[in-house]
C-alpha cells in the first residue's frame, strides 16, 4: 500500500504534461473563437470601393451563400491569400464580397486591376468601424454566410487550399444541399 | 497581473479625447484599462499601441459620449462583438467550469490528504528494551 503512494507525483506530473499539451498545442491563441458564430451578420451601411456615392447595406449579402472577405494592401497575408481567391472564384459558384479594410482607395483599386478582382462587390471601410462590428482584430478573415445571412463559419488569417478544401466547400456543399433550388441557379 | 501593470504604463498611448466630465473621463479609463486587446493576448486597450486597440478605444469613447451607455452595456456591445476573450473576467458557463471550479476542487483534495495525515495513528511507544538501548546510545555521546 505504500508503494503505490510513490506513484503519486508521477501521476501530478504526467496530468501537469497533458494538460499543459492541450493548452498550448492543441488550440491556437490567436485564434479567437468568433462571437458571431451561428449568428445574424450585424446590420451596416457602407460605400462601395470606387464608388463613394454608392451604399450598400446587409441586404446586399443576402439570397445565397456568400464568402465576406476582409483585405487590405498593407497586409502581406492577403496578397498571398489572393490568388485562391480567384481560383475559388474561377472554380465554384460561390460569391464573395471584399471588405477593403482601413485602406488607402487608389492603391486598393490599383491592386484589384493589378492581381485580378476575385469579388462579386467590395465594401469600402476606411476607419474599421464595420470592422469593429465584425469583431475583425486582424486581416485577413473570412466569414461564410448562409442565404439568410447567418454566420456558419469564420476564417482568422488566410484561406488557402487546405482550407478551402476541408473548411468551406464541405460547409458551402451543405448549405447549398439544404437550400432550394433556385431557378436558374 | 504584473505584465499587465507593467503594459500599461510601459506603452500607454496617448489618445486626445475631451469629456464632458471627470466621472466620465474616469469611466473610460476604467473600461480601457479593463478590456483585452484582442491582438495582443495579455495587454489591456489601455496599453496598446495595435491600431486594433486604437479603434476600439475610439469605439468605447463613441459609446460612453455619443451613446450614452452604461458600463454594463458596452461591456455586453464589445462581448457580443470580440467574445468572451476581451473581458479578462471569464463569465462563470460550461466550457469555463473547470476553469472556475478547478480551486474548489484543489481546497477538498487538499484538505482530504490533510486529513488523511492527521489521522493517521501516532508511532507506537517504544518497548521496555528499545527505550534502553535508546539511553545507552544517548549516553554514549
Redesign the interface.
Known amino acids: 500500500m505504500k508503494r503505490t503512494g510513490l506513484f503519486i507525483p508521477l501521476g501530478v506530473f504526467l496530468l501537469i504534461i497533458i494538460i499543459g499539451y492541450a493548452g498550448f498545442s492543441l488550440t491556437d491563441?490567436?485564434q479567437?473563437?468568433?462571437?458571431?458564430l451561428g449568428k445574424a451578420f450585424p446590420e451596416f451601411t457602407v460605400p462601395l470601393l470606387g464608388d463613394s456615392g454608392t451604399h450598400v447595406d446587409r441586404s446586399a449579402l443576402l439570397g445565397k451563400p456568400v464568402l465576406v472577405n476582409v483585405w487590405a494592401t498593407w497586409c502581406p497575408t492577403c496578397k498571398a491569400e489572393h490568388d485562391e481567391l480567384m481560383r475559388i472564384n474561377a472554380l465554384s459558384e460561390l460569391r464573395i464580397v471584399g471588405v477593403n479594410y482601413?485602406d488607402d482607395e487608389r492603391l486598393a483599386l490599383k491592386w484589384l486591376a493589378d492581381y485580378g478582382d476575385p469579388y462579386d462587390f467590395t465594401m469600402q471601410d476606411l476607419?474599421?468601424?464595420l470592422?469593429?462590428?465584425?469583431?475583425?482584430?486582424?486581416a485577413p478573415e473570412s466569414f461564410l454566410l448562409n442565404a439568410e445571412g447567418t454566420v456558419i463559419y469564420k476564417r482568422v488569417g488566410e484561406i488557402n487550399r487546405r482550407i478551402w478544401e476541408q473548411e468551406i466547400a464541405p460547409r458551402l456543399a451543405a448549405l447549398v444541399a439544404s437550400e432550394p433550388v433556385q431557378p436558374g441557379g | 497581473m504584473i505584465l499587465v501593470g507593467t503594459a500599461t504604463w510601459a506603452a500607454a498611448p496617448v489618445d486626445t479625447y475631451s469629456f464632458r466630465d471627470a466621472q466620465e473621463e474616469s469611466r473610460y479609463r476604467a473600461l480601457i484599462d479593463e478590456f483585452r486587446c484582442p491582438k495582443c493576448l495579455n495587454t489591456n486597450l489601455s496599453g496598446s499601441d495595435a491600431p486594433i486597440a486604437m479603434d476600439l478605444r475610439r469605439k468605447v469613447y463613441r459609446l460612453l459620449t455619443d451613446d450614452h451607455l452604461s458600463d454594463d452595456e458596452i461591456r455586453t456591445y464589445l462581448q457580443e462583438r470580440y467574445g468572451d476573450f476581451v473581458l479578462y473576467d471569464p463569465p462563470f458557463k460550461p466550457a469555463t467550469w473547470a476553469l472556475w471550479l478547478a480551486p474548489v476542487g484543489f481546497v477538498f483534495i487538499s484538505g482530504f490528504v490533510l486529513l488523511r495525515v492527521l489521522r493517521q495513528s501516532p508511532a507506537e511507544p517504544l518497548s521496555e528494551s528499545e527505550t534502553e538501548r535508546l539511553r545507552i546510545i544517548l549516553d554514549d555521546n
Not at chain 1, 32 to 36: G, I, K, T, V, Y
Not at chain 1, 131 to 138: D, H, I, R, S
Open positions: 491563441p490567436h479567437l473563437p468568433s462571437a458571431l482601413k476607419d474599421g468601424s470592422g469593429v462590428e465584425l469583431g475583425v482584430y486582424g
